[in-house]
C-alpha cells in the first residue's frame, strides 16, 4: 500500500510563498501519474496541478497558472508543488494524490495524502 506524506502547509500572508512537498513511501509511483488537489469549506474539490505518467505533460487549473509549479523529484519519491503570488482564495486543504492508470485530469486516484492546510491572509 502506497502511502504519501505531505508537508510545508502553513500560515502566510497574501503575496506570499509556500512549497508544498508530497513524499511516496516506494519508487512505484515514479510511474503513476501524481496531483495536488485542494479542498476549500463548503467547497468541491478541485484538481490544482496534475502530472501525466509519462512527465511529459503537466496540467494547471486556470485560477493557478502562472502562480503554482509543479515538480517532482523521482529519486526522492517527491512531488512538489511550489505556490507563489498566494491570494486568500488560495486557502484550503492541499492533498497530493497519486494514480495508476487512468485519465490524469480526472478521479478516481488511487491513493491520497492526509492532507496540508495552507492559509492565506489578506
Known amino acids: 500500500q502506497v502511502q504519501l506524506v505531505e508537508s510545508g502547509g502553513g500560515l502566510v500572508q497574501a503575496g506570499g510563498s509556500l512549497r508544498l512537498s508530497c513524499t511516496a513511501s516506494d519508487r512505484t509511483t515514479n510511474n503513476y501519474a501524481m496531483g495536488w488537489f485542494r479542498q476549500a469549506p463548503e467547497k468541491e474539490r478541485q484538481l490544482v496541478a496534475a502530472v501525466a505518467w509519462t512527465g511529459m505533460t503537466i496540467y494547471y487549473l486556470y485560477s493557478v497558472e502562472g502562480r503554482f509549479t509543479l515538480s517532482r523529484d523521482k529519486a526522492k519519491n517527491t512531488l512538489y508543488l511550489q505556490m507563489k503570488s498566494l491570494r486568500p482564495e488560495d486557502t484550503a486543504v492541499y492533498y497530493c494524490?497519486?494514480?495508476?492508470?487512468?485519465?490524469?485530469?480526472?478521479?478516481?486516484?488511487?491513493?491520497w495524502g492526509q492532507g496540508t492546510q495552507v492559509t492565506v491572509s489578506s
Open positions: 494524490a497519486a494514480q495508476r492508470q487512468g485519465n490524469y485530469l480526472r478521479d478516481p486516484y488511487d491513493y
